[in-house]
């Protein structure tokens, strides 16, 4: 096995894909809108990345956050519902936002379970902060870190009931950045003490199984390298400092944060200290050269990966996703129109 999350080009695989997966091995693959259809095409894409993998639980990742950020679609599959409507839910009842959150994830999980995905990247713990850039957005849960670690853990515990594994992003913070990472490198000026502020939900969510590291560069802890590339960062803050011990994954190996070669951004990231390198675009030649350059999953990595897939073992997402969107519905009714 390979310590690679990768994606594909279309809505089935190529015989370049399927042998090249085969000899490969990778740890998992990512889905996006270009490889979805409908939701027969899609479980019989699933079902054939688990038969070339020989794994009942290999990751089948996918971002379904909700808002803006959806790869599933009406009219094949419902709209969920952006991170800030339970933010502005909680204003009013915290309970009850916590619970409609929770209610949202499982749907979530519930519908990707049923075309064959097992893992979303969900939830955003990135602090939302006045005047950043809006790539986080009405995507995250909130400006207060104890509200966004509260609704973060209904979300892990949602999906986990409906069956995938969450994700935590963007580890240590993307809120305060003032650029996209997809377009360029943000760095964060703020001082070691005020970015407290942003470890302090994953810090409370350490025990997630799974995050996504950022491709930004805080001076406070590394000057030299953004949090996916940045060996200090990894160890000391992430591992360290929030004590996070689960699957710990690089930000998309293509994004114009990063620099270089895709086989050196691959390699950069897995030596600083990330167990799996995500690269999303399905470009073969990309994949070809990321290969070249990385060796066998490493032992601890390994262990984590099964770790994390580990929590939702038995869990086939057989609730009624109708159901649980009528409950969360019910309970965000109480929002101003």
């Given at each position: 096995?390979?310590?690679?999350?990768?994606?594909?080009?279309?809505?089935?695989?190529?015989?370049?894909?399927?042998?090249?997966?085969?000899?490969?091995?990778?740890?998992?693959?990512?889905?996006?809108?270009?490889?979805?259809?409908?939701?027969?095409?899609?479980?019989?894409?699933?079902?054939?990345?688990?038969?070339?993998?020989?794994?009942?639980?290999?990751?089948?990742?996918?971002?379904?956050?909700?808002?803006?950020?959806?790869?599933?679609?009406?009219?094949?599959?419902?709209?969920?519902?952006?991170?800030?409507?339970?933010?502005?839910?909680?204003?009013?009842?915290?309970?009850?936002?916590?619970?409609?959150?929770?209610?949202?994830?499982?749907?979530?999980?519930?519908?990707?379970r049923q075309v064959g995905i097992n893992v979303d990247c969900l939830?955003?713990?990135?602090?939302?902060?006045?005047?950043?850039?809006?790539?986080?957005?009405?995507?995250?849960?909130?400006?207060?870190?104890?509200?966004?670690?509260?609704?973060?853990?209904?979300?892990?515990?949602?999906?986990?009931?409906?069956?995938?594994?969450?994700?935590?992003?963007?580890?240590?913070?993307?809120?305060?950045?003032?650029?996209?990472?997809?377009?360029?490198?943000?760095?964060?000026?703020?001082?070691?003490?005020?970015?407290?502020?942003?470890?302090?939900?994953?810090?409370?969510?350490?025990?997630?199984?799974?995050?996504?590291?950022?491709?930004?560069?805080?001076?406070?802890?590394?000057?030299?390298?953004?949090?996916?590339?940045?060996?200090?960062?990894?160890?000391?803050?992430?591992?360290?400092?929030?004590?996070?011990?689960?699957?710990?994954?690089?930000?998309?190996?293509?994004?114009?944060?990063?620099t270089g070669d895709f086989g050196s951004r691959a390699a950069a990231?897995?030596?600083?200290?990330?167990?799996?390198?995500?690269?999303?675009?399905?470009?073969?030649?990309?994949?070809?050269?990321?290969?070249?350059?990385?060796?066998?999953?490493?032992?601890?990595?390994?262990?984590?990966?099964?770790?994390?897939?580990?929590?939702?073992?038995?869990?086939?997402?057989?609730?009624?996703?109708?159901?649980?969107?009528?409950?969360?519905?019910?309970?965000?009714?109480?929002?101003?129109?």
């Open positions: 096995m390979t310590p690679l999350f990768l994606g594909l080009a279309g809505t089935t695989l190529s015989d370049a894909e399927r042998g090249f997966f085969r000899d490969l091995d990778p740890a998992g693959f990512i889905l996006f809108k270009r490889n979805v259809e409908d939701p027969e095409q899609l479980r019989a894409l699933t079902d054939e990345l688990r038969a070339l993998s020989g794994r009942t639980d290999v990751p089948i990742l996918i971002d379904q956050e909700g808002g803006r950020v959806a790869r599933m679609q009406p009219p094949h599959w419902p709209a969920f519902p952006k991170a800030e409507l339970f933010d502005r839910l909680y204003d009013i009842a915290p309970m009850t936002a916590i619970e409609a959150a929770r209610h949202n994830a499982q749907a979530i999980a519930v519908m990707l939830p955003l713990l990135d602090v939302r902060q006045p005047g950043a850039h809006d790539i986080i957005g009405d995507r995250a849960l909130g400006a207060e870190p104890l509200r966004v670690a509260a609704m973060g853990r209904a979300v892990i515990e949602g999906l986990r009931a409906g069956g995938a594994v969450g994700v935590v992003k963007h580890v240590p913070g993307h809120g305060r950045a003032m650029a996209d990472s997809h377009v360029e490198l943000p760095v964060v000026d703020a001082g070691a003490e005020a970015l407290e502020t942003d470890l302090a939900p994953f810090i409370k969510l350490s025990d997630a199984p799974m995050a996504m590291t950022a491709h930004v560069v805080y001076p406070a802890w590394d000057r030299e390298h953004c949090a996916s590339l940045s060996p200090t960062i990894i160890a000391d803050i992430i591992r360290g400092r929030i004590g996070f011990d689960g699957l710990l994954m690089s930000d998309d190996l293509g994004m114009h944060a990063l990231v897995l030596a600083a200290g990330c167990d799996i390198a995500l690269h999303c675009s399905g470009d073969m030649a990309e994949m070809e050269a990321i290969a070249k350059a990385v060796g066998p999953i490493e032992a601890p990595a390994q262990s984590r990966l099964a770790r994390a897939m580990a929590t939702i073992e038995g869990r086939t997402g057989a609730d009624d996703v109708t159901q649980l969107i009528a409950k969360r519905d019910a309970l965000m009714a109480v929002l101003p129109v």
